[in-house]
């Protein structure tokens, strides 16, 4: 295994016979053929295979029912070198995503021009992001050798001049940007020592990569490796001088699979669609040989093996997935109790059972397993990766589950944890303390699940959670999770409206917004910011923007004590009226029902299928809740966990 | 069809230009095929590179004025190749 794990997209399954014909099938498309296109899109698509796709996609676009389900993103390409050939490979990749993009193209070469120009053709596109694809020759960084200081200099100004170019996009079109590292150019001045040399072309590239990444932290604005991949790929085939001499073209075209790739990951990371969930087989994938024939001593895993230490990895991997908050779960053939005997007994085995927050060993088919997985966890199967050696066992779950990722793996184990992690499937824009807790909130959450079937009241249930619900107004401290929230959840958000952290941030200071942000802590632990609310003031009206809540704590009554908080908060401010609005989408079918069950009357229904309710503050009077609320005001600070 | 690489030109061409319909002449040039543009010829060209494992130059490139050219010097390179 080499580059071609990249440049092929290895971890996808090789496209049919038949997919030039599909792709043509798909121009001719009567209804929804959203996906058909992602279906489409998740085979290992070469550039000639990507514009195949893109054209057909582009043929669809004048009738945006066609793109259903694909939610659509707008994204602006400004380059100081030719960027057409990208605007088909990130239309069909984008689609592999579950995201139907259009590409906006700034003029070649009028990078600053296209930011500061209100009127300019990017701004006027008004696109949710702008991609900054500037290579090392779209930026001044040429320094004096040995002179730091100048080429700090030369670096600040760079940086200077991105920012500039950010604030001119986000004032003139409100568009977030999406800024690349640069690929060093392989050709040395001196050698070793450039690196080590001030103003050397290694030297300050390096320099200015840090920068721009520190510069990006807690931002709006993303960062798009594409040095890094240049680096892993290797840099002496990405960079093709002749490719650049003839076209403009900064890097050699059979990256360009990969570059879209690495892109739209990070849209889809935007957009809350990154995986959450690893699901595990068990033989010949966690350890070699089959337990249930190998039995505890015959299975290979651990050191002084290269096959065990091949296993070993794969599950070093899981944990350290596990540890940034990937949850990890285990469907395998195999009786229960057998399954479980390595990961109790085994001295090698890093696994163990509290780190999986569902174990399936079974002899029912995977998929039907994999279906169980994610109803326990509440989780979209979109939500899932599920790694297995065995082929027939990955097909059926493609098959079966398209929603499912389930990464093609060579024949040698000792792939599969590069293979696994270059698919990028749990790529993230933002890392937070919630993050690391995520898989124990889950684990948690399926051992709370098993402690209600076994106590059968739901009353005294609820009341042995011991839960205490804290309600807050937005504040920078929960700024970053109510963002990520509000672009993250799907299910239960009765409008899903998406704002970003600056949009968020702008809330906290309107006087006519009332925020919530819900914190519930139970007896199992921390479940961190599980609800954020955002009603604006019209008259004595408050209109319910968005009402979300994680799906964790469904049925713990927590929609109803949000409820009385917010007719609290209205009946002090003279509000006489709460509106709230359902938006059907794909996924959020869950809340269809929310506000009647909340008893509010249905007083509208528009012609997309959203529909309107009211209710007035003064016919509620409160009534008890199996938890403890505590109040924390805009003056008061959070106090630390 | 028996010439192997006349054969394997068609395919490429097929592919680039998404026409499984497409049958090459030597006097064909780019105004005659649906989609040949400049940036669609440069992703020809990498197609006929990778497809038989050979590099043009950009002089070789630039003396390309129709299909039987790119056919000739696609023979050559592959002759070479095998010479070596």
Known sequence: MSEQLYTELQWLPRPPENFSKRCRALRESAGEAGREMRALASFALDENKLVKLANSIQSLRSTPDLLQPLIPFRLGIISNATSHFLVPALTATAARYGIALECIEANYGQVMQEALAPDSMINRARADAVLVAIDYRGLALGGLLGDAAAAEAVVAAAIDELRALRDGLRNNSGASCIFQTLARPVEATFGSLDLALPGTSRNVIDLFNRSLAMSLTGKQDLLLDVGGLAETVGLSAWHDSNLWNIGKIPFANCFLPAYADLACRLIAALRGKSRRCLVLDLDNTLWGGVIGDDGLEGIVIGQGDPQGEAHLEIQRTALALRERGIVLAVSSKNNDEIARLPFQKHPEMLLRENHLAVFQANWNDKATNIRAIAAELSLGLESLVFLDDNPAERRLVRDMLPDVAVPELPDDPALYVRTLLAAGYFEAITYSPEDQKRADFYQDNARRAALQRTTGDLEAYLASLDMTITFQPFDEVGRARIAQLINKSNQFNLTTRRYSEAQVAEMEADPNCFTLQVRLVDTFGDNGMISVVICRQDAAVWQIDTWLMSCRVLGRRVEQAVLQELLSHARSRGVIRLIGTYRPTERNRLVEDHYSKLGFTECDRVADGSTVWGLDVVDRTDVSLPMKIVRIDDAVSRPAA | ?84
């Open chain 2, 1 to 84: 069809m028996h010439d192997p690489i006349l054969t394997g030109l068609t395919s490429v061409f097929r592919e680039v230009f998404d026409d499984d319909e497409l049958e090459l002449k030597p006097e064909m040039t780019a105004d005659d095929v649906d989609g040949w543009d400049s940036l669609a010829h440069i992703r020809l060209i990498l197609s006929v590179q990778k497809a038989f494992g050979i590099k043009f130059s950009p002089v070789e490139m630039n003396r390309l004025k129709n299909v039987g050219d790119l056919i000739a010097l696609t023979k050559d390179k592959q002759r070479q190749g095998a010479a070596r």
